[in-house]
């Protein structure tokens, strides 16, 4: 079964978060949310999220995909953890799936992942970077990078994550089961 990481800050956008844990589940990925810290998280509208572990801990295991959920503040906070910067960067080294909304792919860009390559985004969070091939689509692939642009196309994000992890039949299954 694959595995992937999502990793919660403080401010994260809960939206983004809780769909692609959500949907990931549904397809049978084993899904990993990891905090900052070992606090609960609170969202950027309120809303209280419980992590399953601390990121310190979620990094003593192997994941096939990490996940950087968007919002305000939390991906000021993500940027500003040089864990998370190392844990991507290696990821793509690695081989394996980098993915962010919203406002995260910021933290690609600040790791260095995304010049040269295409992407999307929340608007004007990767203005920036002009290294940065900026396109305007819901979901963005380039390799293993896969981005998205926020709240509204978090569903397309999540399923799009499916597809690379378990495969089109999974997506469109889950698809289904939701009333697509």
């Given at each position: 079964m694959p595995k992937a990481l999502v990793l919660l800050a403080q401010g994260c956008e809960e939206i983004e978060a809780v769909t692609v844990i959500d949907i990931l589940r549904r397809a049978g990925v084993e899904v990993v949310s990891a905090g900052l810290d070992d606090l609960p998280v609170l969202a950027s509208r309120g809303v209280l999220?419980?992590?399953d572990t601390t990121l310190d801990n979620a990094l003593e295991h192997s994941y096939q995909m990490v996940v950087l959920p968007g919002g305000q503040p939390g991906t000021n906070?993500?940027?500003?953890?040089?864990r998370v910067l190392k844990l991507v960067r290696q990821m793509a080294q690695q081989g394996k799936?980098?993915?962010a909304i919203c406002a995260a792919p910021s933290v690609l860009a600040t790791a260095g992942l995304l010049d040269g390559r295409k992407a999307t985004c929340y608007p004007a969070c990767l203005d920036g970077f002009p290294e940065v091939d900026l396109q305007t689509g819901a979901v963005v692939e380039?390799?293993?990078l896969i981005t998205s642009r926020g709240p509204g196309t978090a569903m397309d994000f999540a399923l799009t994550l499916v597809e690379r992890l378990v495969g089109k039949a999974k997506r469109q299954e889950v698809e289904i089961g939701l009333a697509r």
């Open positions: 999220l419980l992590p906070h993500l940027k500003a953890d040089a799936y980098v993915a380039d390799g293993k």
